[in-house]
T-cell receptor, first 111, second 117 residues
Framework: AQSVTQLGSHVSVSEGALVLLRCNYS??????LFWYVQYPNQGLQLLLK??????LVKGINGFEAEFKKSETSFHLTKPSAHMSDAAEYFC?????????FGAGTRLTVKP | ETGVTQTPRHLVMGMTNKKSLKCEQH?????MYWYKQSAKKPLELMFVYNFKEQTENNSVPSRFSPECPNSSHLFLHLHTLQPEDSALYLC????????????????FGEGSRLTVL
């Protein structure tokens, strides 16, 4: 069975600071990994995905994530936070079954 | 038309009402999903339809009744709901289900915010 764990339900950073949202996965087969973003009262929007090509994946809005098989991790980063990045972020895994989501991390950006 | 469209965006209903949520996808996908998102809880997968056939029902109470008349449309019929059913209901679609050759990448609608009084 596959699963993801997001470390930290709430992360707060200052505008211009590094954003790091952590995700670890468990999968019995090579995984497909995703990060989604959700703004208030909206659906989930795909930020980026890893599908077994390059391990460093670049997404929209300046975000990127690196697949590290040895650490079973897929952490999301952005060098400089913007106020508009405040949202809920979900890590997800698929591969041997339907997509499974983490519990989410709420990102707050302080001015 | 955007990829996945949900109507209505907001719905308020009493516990004795009957209402329906509608989802339509314009992506030519084969699988469609209903998720429930409650405050401070993880996303809950409710139902999965693959090629119009229901393939998963995650112990959802019978007061929620899904219907998938074709690969592009998905409904969630609601009757005699409880206040704890108040949540954001998200519809999603994917080209193929995860574990069946594709990535299982999901495309979401904007959601239907349901309030049960």
């Amino acid at each position: 069975a596959q699963s993801v764990t997001q470390l930290g339900s709430h992360v707060s950073v200052s505008e211009g600071a590094l954003v790091l949202l952590r995700c670890n996965y468990s999968s019995s087969v090579p995984p497909y990994l995703f990060w989604y973003v959700q703004y208030p009262n909206q659906g989930l929007q795909l930020l980026l995905k890893y599908t077994s090509a390059a391990t460093l994946v670049k997404g929209i809005n300046g975000f990127e994530a690196e697949f590290k098989k040895s650490e079973t991790s897929f952490h999301l980063t952005k060098p400089s936070a913007h106020m508009s990045d405040a949202a809920e972020y979900f890590c997800a895994v698929s591969g041997d079954n339907d997509m499974r989501f983490g519990a989410g991390t709420r990102l707050t950006v302080k001015p | 038309e955007t990829g996945v469209t949900q109507t209505p965006r907001h719905l308020v209903m009493g516990m004795t009402n009957k209402k329906s949520l509608k989802c339509e996808q314009h992506l030519g996908h084969n699988a469609m999903y209903w998720y429930k998102q409650s405050a401070k809880k993880p996303l809950e997968l409710m139902f999965v339809y693959n090629f119009k056939e229901q393939t998963e029902n995650n112990s959802v109470p019978s007061r929620f009744s899904p219907e998938c008349p074709n690969s592009s449309h998905l409904f969630l019929h609601l009757h005699t709901l409880q206040p704890e059913d108040s949540a954001l209901y998200l519809c999603a679609s994917s080209q193929d289900r995860g574990g069946q050759g594709g990535t299982g990448e999901l495309f979401f609608g904007e959601g239907s915010r349901l309030t049960v009084l």
